[in-house]
């Protein structure tokens, strides 16, 4: 057994932000994109960042975009928050994954499908509030902890998962006593991100509905979005379709739109 403490311990490893980044952030909650541009620029892997993520073919840039104030100035201020946020994940990736079969760019392409995605469901929502955008960094955030936690286990997890069709989240539970949501809580708390971010992530489990509506909503959402996107066979393959249990009675009412909006035949 994992205890809580050392979950919280390993939590509170991950490493601060380097300056410049903690100052791009500063900018981009105080609207100020120019200045959090011209921060940025002086972050060389920060920028290759950007420039590597926003040009995927998945963000729909016709040509190639490598100025960080007009990368920003696309993106607009949540957006780029999203992307700035999603950079700082990336800094905790290990090296090497263990259990989940990803790397670098698989990873990456996770973040940035995601990201895209939820934008969409925001615009269709027309709801434009930065904590409910940041929300999303959180599973891929959870996701490298979940990593680091199931590796110190490693041959248990594995013996599991050959005797029994039991889930990962299952697992996550029974070895620390807390799941994939419950850890994007944790860190939420330690990034100091707004309470209803992790709020959104525990109703996006689709077992742990909120007393809110508008979160329970936007939970909804959220857990076809990860459904839809972890059933991917490449996520499949690197077995994080494993944390979504599909509770089709919680989403019933918005499946139909949530299938028009993500054009599923």
Same mark, same amino acid.
């Given at each position: 057994?994992?205890?809580?403490?050392?979950?919280? /311990?390993?939590?509170?490893?991950?490493?601060?932000?380097?300056?410049?980044?903690? +100052?791009?952030?500063?900018?981009?909650?105080?609207?100020?994109?120019?200045?959090?541009?011209?921060?940025?620029?002086?972050?060389?892997?920060? +920028?290759?960042?950007?420039?590597?993520?926003?040009?995927?073919?998945?963000?729909?840039?016709?040509?190639?975009?490598?100025?960080?104030?007009?990368?920003?100035?696309?993106?607009?201020?949540?957006?780029?928050?999203?992307?700035?946020?999603?950079?700082?994940?990336?800094?905790?990736?290990? /090296?090497?994954?263990?259990?989940? /079969?990803?790397?670098?760019?698989? =990873?990456?392409?996770?973040?940035?499908?995601?990201?895209?995605?939820?934008?969409?469901?925001?615009?269709?929502?027309?709801? +434009?509030?930065?904590?409910?955008?940041?929300?999303?960094?959180?599973?891929? /955030?959870?996701?490298?902890?979940?990593?680091?936690?199931?590796?110190?286990?490693?041959?248990?997890?594995?013996?599991?998962?050959?005797?029994?069709?039991?889930?990962?989240?299952?697992?996550?539970?029974?070895?620390?006593?807390?799941?994939? =949501?419950?850890?994007?809580?944790?860190?939420?708390?330690?990034?100091?991100?707004?309470? +209803?971010?992790?709020?959104?992530?525990?109703?996006?489990?689709?077992?742990?509905?909120?007393?809110?509506?508008?979160?329970?909503?936007?939970?909804?959402?959220?857990?076809?979005?990860?459904?839809? *996107?972890?059933?991917?066979?490449?996520?499949?393959?690197?077995?994080?379709?494993?944390?979504?249990?599909?509770?089709?009675?919680?989403?019933?009412?918005?499946?139909?739109? =949530?299938?028009?909006?993500?054009?599923? *035949?």
């Amino acid at each position: 057994m994992i205890t809580k403490e050392k979950v919280d /311990a390993y939590i509170q490893k991950i490493p601060p932000a380097p300056e410049a980044l903690q +100052k791009t952030i500063l900018f981009l909650n105080q609207g100020e994109l120019t200045k959090a541009a011209q921060i940025a620029q002086t972050d060389l892997p920060l +920028k290759a960042y950007l420039v590597d993520l926003v040009n995927k073919p998945i963000f729909g840039f016709r040509n190639e975009v490598s100025d960080i104030s007009q990368i920003f100035g696309i993106l607009g201020v949540e957006k780029s928050q999203q992307v700035v946020y999603n950079y700082m994940v990336s800094l905790l990736s290990p /090296a090497k994954w263990q259990l989940f /079969a990803l790397n670098k760019s698989s =990873f990456c392409d996770l973040q940035a499908d995601l990201s895209t995605k939820w934008q969409k469901i925001l615009l269709h929502l027309e709801i +434009k509030d930065a904590d409910t955008q940041n929300a999303i960094t959180l599973l891929p /955030a959870s996701i490298i902890v979940a990593e680091a936690l199931f590796c110190e286990k490693l041959d248990d997890v594995k013996l599991l998962r050959s005797t029994s069709e039991i889930d990962l989240n299952t697992i996550l539970a029974r070895l620390c006593g807390m799941d994939l =949501f419950d850890i994007c809580q944790r860190i939420a708390q330690k990034w100091n991100m707004n309470e +209803k971010s992790a709020e959104i992530l525990q109703a996006a489990s689709g077992v742990k509905p909120s007393n809110d509506e508008t979160i329970n909503t936007l939970g909804k959402w959220m857990h076809l979005l990860l459904f839809y *996107t972890l059933s991917k066979p490449v996520y499949i393959n690197a077995q994080l379709n494993d944390f979504i249990d599909f509770q089709i009675e919680y989403v019933g009412d918005i499946y139909d739109d =949530f299938a028009t909006l993500m054009e599923i *035949t």
